[in-house]
């Protein structure tokens, strides 16, 4: 009776295990993809890629907005700023020219079957070079964008050791995931803060994104920027990345409250030419 009794034990616990060993496999080729990998994108800038991030895409105003995350970096050979003669002004002035970027979305069969990839140009809205982030609009003004990034509360703590996994589009491959754990939260670049993840990273990931799983999904963390190096190799276990908050920040002083879920934030004043 004792191994009868052990018996129907044990096939229990094997029929309650296996839902519970075949479910997270089932969610992951679901929600790793749409909630992680499909929200980021390759950015060409003029023949250069990099990587961004879908950060919004809704209607307002009676037509589509839909918005990419990336490093000012990234975007930086598309912007120029050359003299030009103002007759208004009687001298040269500066005027800043910016060239269209192009991103490129995998497309996939079974959740990880690359059948090849869809673009959509896209305009720069708006930089800050010292937090290294920029903001671009697509163009298409009729398509909504189905997977789009949930950025992490701004209150949300992140502990060191922490799983992560970064996203992006290195050596100009599609987008693809490594995973790793928060490293370190309070280095200082350039009078900025960085957070120090061992999810590896290399060239062309900038402009991606840093994720973590919370209660709610797959949430974005951070905008991995740069690699550590020792001569002229690259560390690529030791990636920093922009935290949360600059984000918020930045989106906040460019006007673009709407994307975190806030009222609307009217830009300051510009500073006025002395000569106007």
Request: hydrophobic share 40%; aromatic share 10%; proline share 4%.
């Amino acid at each position: 009776m004792k191994n009868r009794w052990g018996f129907l034990a044990l096939l229990a616990t094997i029929l309650i295990a296996v839902p519970a060993i075949a479910e997270p496999s089932e969610k992951g080729c679901s929600i790793r993809h749409t909630e992680m990998l499909y929200t980021v994108t390759l950015l060409d800038v003029l023949r250069v890629s990099g990587s961004a991030t879908v950060i919004y895409s809704g209607k307002r105003d009676d037509e589509v907005h839909t918005y990419l995350l990336t490093n000012y970096h990234v975007i930086k050979s598309a912007i120029s700023i050359e003299k030009e003669w103002s007759p208004k002004k009687g001298k040269k002035i500066d005027v800043e020219r910016r060239s269209q970027v192009e991103a490129f979305w995998q497309q996939y069969n079974q959740c990880s079957r690359s059948v090849g990839k869809i673009g959509r140009r896209a305009e720069i809205m708006v930089y800050d070079e010292g937090k290294d982030l920029g903001l671009i609009r697509l163009i298409d003004r009729e398509r909504v964008i189905e997977y789009v990034a949930a950025i992490v509360a701004e209150n949300e703590p992140i502990y060191l050791g922490e799983e992560v996994w970064a996203i992006g589009a290195g050596m100009g491959e599609p987008p693809f995931m490594t995973s790793g754990e928060i490293g370190f939260l309070e280095r200082q670049i350039d009078a900025y803060p960085y957070m120090l993840s061992t999810a590896p990273i290399i060239f062309g990931n900038s402009g991606g994104a840093l994720f973590r799983l919370g209660e709610d999904g797959y949430e974005l963390i951070g905008v991995p920027a740069k690699v550590s190096g020792a001569g002229f190799q690259a560390i690529t276990h030791m990636s920093w990345s922009i935290p949360h908050g600059t984000i918020y920040n930045f989106l906040r002083e460019q006007g673009y409250c709407f994307i975190l879920g806030e009222s609307d934030c009217p830009l300051e004043d510009e500073d006025k030419d002395e000569d106007d």
